[in-house]
């Protein structure tokens, strides 16, 4: 059974790590993806991959930190497809640093990404999505809509160097718990998901990285040992449960965060 057959998913910051996974999972279940990310050959990568196997996919590259973006994706997606089933708000980055430290840029930057882009791209979804609904719902239609936001421990429990990310994160939480209180009635069900230590380019070892991205090899050894299953997370782990979110078994779950961590925030 394909779990999204029929269905249209956005997902941002798909180029790449859990994004990436998420759009291979959502086309193997039967979806028709759209793959938005900043950068474009990534993006066009996962495109042609899911679209070599046998399935629908298009890129839509942009920076979603810009105001005007969201509202063009949106339309691009409608005049492609016809339709929004789902949306994952997945794009994101890290600019830590100890808070005294901490510039307004960073600050701000974090926050833009994290919180503020997913508030302008559901906010931009309504007319595809929560009005959509209503005349489904006065002709006597149901059809589940979902939105699905990335969140993070870190949000839940605060992370040393990341008042940033934490902030944004936390945020997160509540504007999910905000969507699925005013859009619930639209048959739209509004969730998070709680990322723990999964393996992404983010959280790579410093040492072996091309980029200098990733933590260093003592630090990441430190925070696998906290996690009880003693082990980092896999991308595809993780896009399990954002598929849960986006399938017909979640119907009955609304306002929730699903945590994915290995058991290492209970």
């Known amino acids: 059974m394909e779990l999204l ?8 910051g798909a180029g790449r790590g859990i994004g990436r996974e998420t759009a291979l999972l959502f086309a193997e279940n039967g979806a028709s993806v759209v ?12 495109e042609r991959e899911i679209v070599n196997n046998g399935g629908k996919a298009l890129a839509i590259c942009g920076d979603i930190t810009n105001p005007d973006f969201p509202r063009t994706l949106m339309k691009k997606v ?15 980055v890290t600019r830590d640093s100890l808070i005294h430290k901490m510039t307004d840029e960073q600050f701000q930057q974090v926050l833009d990404i994290h919180l503020v882009a997913p508030f302008r791209l559901i906010r931009e979804a309504a007319p595809y999505m929560r009005e959509t609904a209503k005349e489904e719902i006065e002709q006597g239609v149901t059809n589940y809509r979902k939105i699905i936001n990335v969140s993070s421990v870190s949000g839940l429990r605060g992370n040393v160097g990341q008042a940033n990310y934490s902030s944004a994160k936390a945020g997160v939480v509540g504007l999910t718990k905000v969507v699925a209180q005013e859009w619930g009635r639209y048959n739209i069900n509004t969730n998070a998901v709680a990322f723990g ?4 380019r983010m959280t790579q070892s410093l040492e072996a990285s091309e980029d200098q991205t990733g933590i ?16 980092t997370g896999q991308p595809r782990e993780a896009a399990e449960g954002i598929l849960y979110l986006a399938s017909p078994m979640s119907n009955y779950v609304n306002g929730q965060v699903l945590q994915i961590n290995g058991g290492s925030y209970t």
């Open 216 to 231: 260093p090899d003592k630090v990441r050894q430190m925070l696998i040992d906290k996690v009880p299953q003693k082990r």
């Open 78 to 92: 409608v005049d492609e497809f016809g339709r929004i089933d789902v949306l994952v708000n997945n794009a994101g």
């Open 5 to 12: 057959e029929g269905k249209v998913a956005i997902i941002t």
């Open 197 to 200: 230590f999964i393996e992404t």
């Open 35 to 46: 793959i938005s990310d900043l950068d474009e050959t990534p993006a066009k990568e996962v």
